[in-house]
């Protein structure tokens, strides 16, 4: 079975300052894909960021980037000029098989 | 373009009872989930749908059944329910293949308890 490991149950931020939040996974597979999703108090998923593993290229979505390494299996995300709105809980995922497998989580504030 | 939508949004339950969540997709995609979520458990998966007249369990499948209706339709049902079955269930399909890097979409959520 694929697992994802998230080591931070919470992490704190100042506005417009940048934050990492860490994700491990273990896949045998050779071709998956990796995600981070937000969810805020309302519970909604949304989608933040997805990687391909073919990929070698880091995915980037405007104030939001990962740092993917394959061999080391890790997939960070990195938050730059963090915003009140960022405040949220947020799940790596992989997709190795037949559906999303989530880490615990990580829960985000974010201090003025 | 509605997207995943379940209902209810809530419901509260008598231990015993039991209950069917609804889920439908207008996406056309061919896989759907039933996941639930704890506090301090991430999602964890209960049924999968791969396809129409497909269902398999996933992780914690105890204490449900599930329906695959149609492509569109992916029922999650609770024939005796249980106060462990407290929880938030999400249903969510999925894009599948390389172009469309095999997103999921989540519905938004029906928060279930059981007294």
């Known amino acids: 079975a694929q697992t994802v490991t998230q080591s931070q149950p919470e992490m704190s931020v100042q506005e417009a300052e940048t934050v990492t939040l860490s994700c491990t996974y273990d896949t045998s597979e050779s071709d998956y894909y990796l995600f981070w999703y937000k969810q805020p108090p309302s519970r909604q998923m949304i989608l933040v960021i997805r990687?391909?593993?073919?990929?070698?290229q880091n995915a980037t979505e405007n104030r939001f980037s990962v740092n993917f390494q394959k061999a080391a299996k890790s997939f960070s995300l990195k938050i730059s000029d963090s915003q009140l709105g960022d405040a949220a809980m947020y799940f790596c995922a992989s997709i190795p098989g037949y559906a999303l497998n989530f880490g615990k989580g990580t829960s985000l504030l974010v201090t003025p | 373009n509605a997207g995943v939508t379940q209902t209810p949004k809530f419901q509260v339950l008598k231990t015993g009872q039991s209950m069917t969540l609804q889920c439908a997709q207008d996406m056309n995609h061919n896989s759907m989930y039933w996941y639930r979520q704890d506090p301090g458990m991430g999602l964890r998966l209960i049924y999968y749908?791969?396809?129409?007249?497909?269902?398999d369990k996933g992780e914690v499948p105890n204490g449900y059944n599930v329906s695959r209706l149609n492509k569109r339709e992916f029922s999650l049902r609770l024939e005796s329910a249980a106060p462990s079955q407290t929880s938030v269930y999400f249903c969510a399909s999925i894009l599948q293949g390389e172009s469309a890097g095999n997103t999921t979409y989540f519905g938004e959520g029906s928060w279930l308890t059981v007294v």
């Open positions: 990687q391909e593993a073919y990929k070698q």
């Open positions: 749908s791969a396809s129409e007249g497909t269902t």
